[in-house]
């Protein structure tokens, strides 16, 4: 069953950037890409548990803040040494002006 969970107001986000969303315990990050679409991963580098949302948003990837890792936000897929386990993504809708992300 899909379970959609309300993040924040769209406004809220700013193009090319990341925010960090915590929600029961667990932790996403959650992008607004360059070209104004949203997209949601786990929150933490697959690395080292880090907060993705303290990295860099570049097109479509994010660089991890502690080794310069990098992922595909859109894909989860990982991009570059030291991460090698994709992140998990997550789907996103956008309704109202609000940010929505699907939890199974
Ligand atoms: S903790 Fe993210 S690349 Fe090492």
């Given at each position: 069953?899909?379970?959609?969970v309300?993040?924040c107001?769209?406004d809220?986000?700013?193009?090319e ?11 996403f990050?959650?992008?607004r890409s360059?070209?104004d679409?949203?997209f ?5 580098c697959?690395?080292?548990?880090i907060?993705l ?9 994010i660089?991890?803040?502690k080794h310069?890792g ?5 894909t989860?897929?990982?991009k570059?040494a030291?991460?090698?386990v994709n992140?998990?993504?997550?789907a996103?809708?956008?309704e ?9």
């Amino acid at each position: 069953m899909t379970n959609w969970v309300e993040v924040c107001a769209a406004d809220e986000i700013d193009e090319e950037d990341v925010i960090r969303f915590d929600h029961e315990g667990r932790t996403f990050a959650v992008y607004r890409s360059p070209d104004d679409q949203f997209f949601a991963t786990d929150g933490l580098c697959t690395h080292e548990k880090i907060h993705l949302a303290d990295g860099l948003v570049m097109d479509d990837i994010i660089e991890c803040p502690k080794h310069n890792g990098r992922f595909s936000y859109k894909t989860g897929e990982a991009k570059g040494a030291p991460v090698c386990v994709n992140l998990k993504t997550y789907a996103v809708k956008v309704e109202a002006g609000s940010v929505f992300i699907s939890l199974a």
